[in-house]
C-alpha cells in the first residue's frame, strides 16, 4: 500500500500554514505541547531545528498537501551512542487517523536507516494517552518513569521515558 503521507523538512515556508494549525490545536495540544503560535516562534523553531543535531520533519497528507503534523529527531549524540530523542504532535483536525503512525514509521525508518542511530527516546506525560498509544504502535517501548522531567506550560511536569533500538 502506498504511504497516505510525505515528510519534509520543516522550512521557513511552512510558517503561516504552521501557526494557522498551532493556533486552531490548542485545545487538542493541552498540556502535552505548545507549538510555535506566532511569526517570531516559529522563526526561532526553524533556527534551532537548523542546527546539525536537530531535525524537524513536517507530516503532509500525500493527495492534499494539508499538513497534519511534526516529528522531530534532536539532540542528536554519535559516536558510540548514537542515540537522540524524538517528539511529536499532531495538528486539527488530522489526529487519531493513522497518519501521525506512519508518519512516525517514517522517522523511524530514517533515524536508523540513513542517519545510522542505534536508539530513539519519546519522553511522553503520563496522563498522553494519544502519544503513548502512538509510541507503543510504532515499536517503543517502556523504559521508565522521569519525575519532573521537562518544563512545559510553565511547570515542570512528570514523564515515561520510551524508547526504541535499531533491530
Known amino acids: 500500500m502506498r504511504s497516505r503521507i510525505r515528510l519534509l523538512r520543516l522550512s521557513p515556508v511552512d510558517e503561516a500554514e504552521f501557526i494557522a494549525a498551532a493556533r486552531r490545536s490548542r485545545v ?17 523553531y526553524v533556527a534551532r531545528m537548523s542546527e546539525p543535531a536537530q531535525n524537524a520533519f513536517t507530516v503532509r497528507r500525500r493527495d492534499t498537501n494539508a499538513l497534519i503534523g511534526v516529528i522531530t529527531i534532536s539532540n542528536v549524540v554519535m559516536g558510540p551512542f548514537r542515540s537522540a530523542y524524538t517528539g511529536y504532535y499532531a495538528f486539527a483536525p488530522h489526529a487519531g487517523q493513522g497518519y501521525m503512525r506512519e508518519g512516525l514509521h517514517a522517522v523511524v525508518r530514517h533515524a536508523f ?6 536508539r530513539l527516546e519519546a519522553n511522553i506525560q503520563p496522563g498522553n494517552r494519544a502519544s503513548i498509544a502512538l509510541a507503543k504502535a510504532c515499536g517503543f517501548r517502556k523504559e521508565g518513569f522521569s519525575p519532573r522531567y521537562l518544563k512545559i506550560g510553565g511547570r515542570w511536569r512528570d ?3 520510551w524508547a526504541i533500538i535499531a533491530s
Open 28 to 44: 487538542l495540544h493541552g498540556p502535552w505541547v505548545s507549538p510555535a503560535s506566532t511569526p517570531e516562534k516559529f522563526r526561532a
Open 113 to 118: 536507516g540513513v542517519m545510522k542511530l542505534h
Open 159 to 161: 514523564h515515561e521515558r
